[in-house]
């Protein structure tokens, strides 16, 4: 085979991958658009019928917000098509914590599962906020699918979703009662397109780990001591200094 060939052919593969990476991204905006779209259509029939205008003022105000995250994120997704771009700015993840746990009640509600949070009063860390609420939106929604199914019968359904320092960074753990994750699965599960679920996409974690390894830290699945999956994932409080902008 002569230069030019072999030229030829590495230059077709690196379009094949980068043409990957970009059905890729385009599968994981259509996943990251959907849950946040269904907490949307239940939150605005909850609003339509609330009686409480102060009530419902908060409903709405969710809402607006939801809708501010999902541009942002399909935004970021779509000016770059290499690995996860971050936007950091001074930001308290304890509101972030909450603001995703906000989202995530309803489904918890309609599952029959408790959904408890357990955080500091604040927590101010240089990160990605919107990022980071999608990971722990989709690290909950997760947790509450699973919640109470598959242990014993008389399993309630608990998630805890708990956040706090711990030296130089900040700990975030989303954990639930249900089967867990089988010791041979729990790395393969980060990969793009493994799911479980009859209708999954399996990109939900992918773009977990994506979040937190472009902030320098790391997420890892582990055995919960409720008896289910525990999701531990890290935010240094330093951002390195050769890192991520
Ligand atoms: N809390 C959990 N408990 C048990 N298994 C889980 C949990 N979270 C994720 N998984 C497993 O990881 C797989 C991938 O999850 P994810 O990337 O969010 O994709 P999807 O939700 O579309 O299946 C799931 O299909 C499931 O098998
Ligand atoms: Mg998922």
């Known amino acids: 085979m002569n230069a030019l060939a072999s030229a030829v052919e590495s230059r077709e593969d690196e379009i094949d991958g980068r043409m990957q990476v970009v059905q890729q991204l385009s599968s994981m905006v259509a996943h990251e658009v959907r849950n946040p779209l269904q907490s949307l259509s239940l939150l605005a029939s909850l609003a339509r019928t609330e009686p409480d205008r102060d009530a419902q003022a908060e409903q709405l105000a969710l809402i607006e917000d939801e809708i501010r995250v999902l541009e942002g994120v399909v935004q970021r997704f779509l000016s770059n098509s290499g690995p996860?771009?971050?936007?950091?700015?001074?930001?308290?993840?304890?509101?972030?914590?909450?603001?995703?746990?906000?989202?995530?009640?309803?489904?918890?509600?309609?599952?029959?599962?408790?959904?408890?949070?357990?955080?500091?009063?604040?927590?101010?860390?240089?990160?990605?906020g919107s990022l980071v609420r999608r990971a722990l939106e989709?690290?909950?929604?997760?947790?509450?699918?699973?919640?109470?199914?598959?242990?014993?019968?008389?399993?309630?359904?608990?998630?805890?979703?708990?956040?706090?320092?711990?030296?130089?960074?900040?700990?975030?753990?989303?954990?639930?009662?249900?089967?867990?994750?089988?010791?041979?699965?729990?790395?393969?599960?980060?990969?793009?397109?493994?799911?479980?679920?009859?209708?999954?996409?399996g990109l939900g974690l992918?773009?977990?780990?994506?979040?937190?390894?472009?902030?320098g830290g790391y997420i890892r699945c582990e055995p919960s001591p409720l008896g289910g999956a525990r999701f531990v994932a890290t935010i240094p409080l330093q951002p390195s200094l050769d890192g991520d902008a």
Do not use: C, W
């Open 138 to 201: 989709n690290l909950m929604l997760n947790a509450i699918e699973f919640a109470g199914k598959g242990r014993s019968r008389r399993s309630t359904g608990q998630v805890v979703a708990s956040i706090q320092r711990d030296d130089d960074r900040v700990v975030l753990i989303v954990e639930d009662d249900g089967p867990g994750v089988p010791y041979e699965d729990r790395e393969r599960i980060f990969q793009p397109y493994m799911s479980s679920k009859a209708g999954g996409t």
């Open 206 to 215: 992918a773009l977990v780990r994506q979040v937190f390894d472009a902030h």
């Open 84 to 128: 996860l771009r971050i936007a950091r700015s001074q930001t308290d993840l304890v509101k972030v914590l909450e603001r995703a746990a906000s989202i995530a009640y309803p489904r918890a509600a309609q599952n029959h599962v408790r959904l408890l949070v357990q955080a500091p009063a604040r927590l101010d860390v240089y990160a990605d």
